[in-house]
T-cell receptor
Framework: GAGVSQSPRYKVTKRGQDVALRCDPI?????LYWYRQALGQGPEFLTY????????KSGLPNDRFSAERPEGSISTLTIQRTEQRDSAMYRC??????????????FGPGTRLLVL | AQSVTQLDSQVPVFEEAPVELRCNYS??????LFWYVQYPNQGLQLLLK??????LVKGINGFEAEFNKSQTSFHLRKPSVHISDTAEYFC??????????????FGPGTSLSVIP
C-alpha cells in the first residue's frame, strides 16, 4: 500500500468494553511498532514486532493491553475492560527492518480512542 | 533510560522570521537523533535524522539541525518560516547500544504557530 493505515480512525466506547485497533503496515515492512500518544505529549512506545514475533512489550501499561501480528503483516492492539485513562491517540509505525542499520519509521494516521 | 527534553511547549513566530526549536537528550556514548513533524490530523513525518558524521543535518522543507555532543543538544532551525510550517514538532532519540532494534523515545513536542 501507499502508507501505513489504521482503523478505525475514531473509536468511542464505554468503560469496561473491549476494543481492537488495527494496523496495516507498508507492504514488505518487517518491523512494526505501536505507540500511545496522550494529548499534548509525544508518542510513547508500547510494543514492537519483528515479523510475527513480539520482541518487546515492555511499554504495554498493564495486562489489559495485548497485541498480535499472526502472519507478520497486519497487527491488532487489543484493550480489554477499557478505562477512561486509556483515552488517547494510538499510533502504529512500520519500518523495512528495525534490526539492522537504523530504518525510518513510517507512521499511520492513528486511532483516536475515547472511553466514556 | 534515555529521555528527551523540549523546553518550549509552544513557539509563536511571524511568517518569514527565523525559528529555533530546542531539544536536549540524556547523555549516552552514542545516540541517533531525529526530528519528526506532525501536521494537523496527519501522522508523524520524519524531518531529518542524525546517525553519525557531520554534525549539521539538513532535512526536508528547509529545516536543519545541529548535533552538539558536549551540550547533548539537537536544536532544529529554519531561517525563514512559512504559514505551512505550523505543526507539532517532536525530537526523538534512539540508543543503538541499549536495544537490538530501533526503539525510539520521543520528547513531549513543541507546537510551532506561524503568524501571518
Amino acid at each position: 500500500g501507499a502508507g501505513v493505515s489504521q482503523s478505525p480512525r475514531y473509536k468511542v466506547t464505554k468503560r469496561g468494553q473491549d476494543v481492537a485497533l488495527r494496523c496495516d503496515p507498508i507492504s514488505g515492512h518487517v518491523s512494526l511498532y505501536w505507540y500511545r500518544q496522550a494529548l499534548g505529549q509525544g508518542p510513547e512506545f508500547l510494543t514492537y514486532f519483528n515479523y510475527e514475533a513480539q520482541q518487546d512489550k515492555s511499554g504495554l501499561p498493564n495486562d489489559r493491553f495485548s497485541a498480535e501480528r499472526p502472519e507478520g503483516s497486519i497487527s491488532t492492539l487489543t484493550i480489554q475492560r477499557t478505562e477512561q485513562r486509556d483515552s488517547a491517540m494510538y499510533r502504529c509505525a512500520s519500518s523495512y527492518d528495525g534490526t539492522g542499520v537504523l530504518q525510518t519509521q513510517y507512521f499511520g494516521p492513528g486511532t483516536r480512542l475515547l472511553v466514556l | 533510560a534515555q529521555s528527551v527534553t523540549q523546553l518550549d511547549s509552544q513557539v509563536p513566530v511571524f511568517e518569514e522570521a527565523p525559528v529555533e526549536l530546542r531539544c536536549n537528550y540524556s547523555s549516552s556514548v552514542s545516540v541517533y537523533l531525529f526530528w519528526y513533524v506532525q501536521y494537523p490530523n496527519q501522522g508523524l513525518q520524519l524531518l531529518l535524522k542524525y546517525l553519525s558524521g557531520s554534525t549539521l543535518v539538513k532535512g526536508i522543507n528547509g529545516f536543519e539541525a545541529e548535533f552538539n555532543k558536549s551540550q547533548t543538544s539537537f536544536h532544529l532551525r529554519k531561517p525563514s518560516v512559512h504559514i505551512s510550517d505550523t505543526a507539532e514538532y517532536f525530537c526523538a532519540v534512539s540508543d543503538p547500544q541499549k536495544t537490538s532494534y530501533d526503539k525510539v523515545i520521543f520528547g513531549p513536542g513543541t507546537s510551532l504557530s506561524v503568524i501571518p
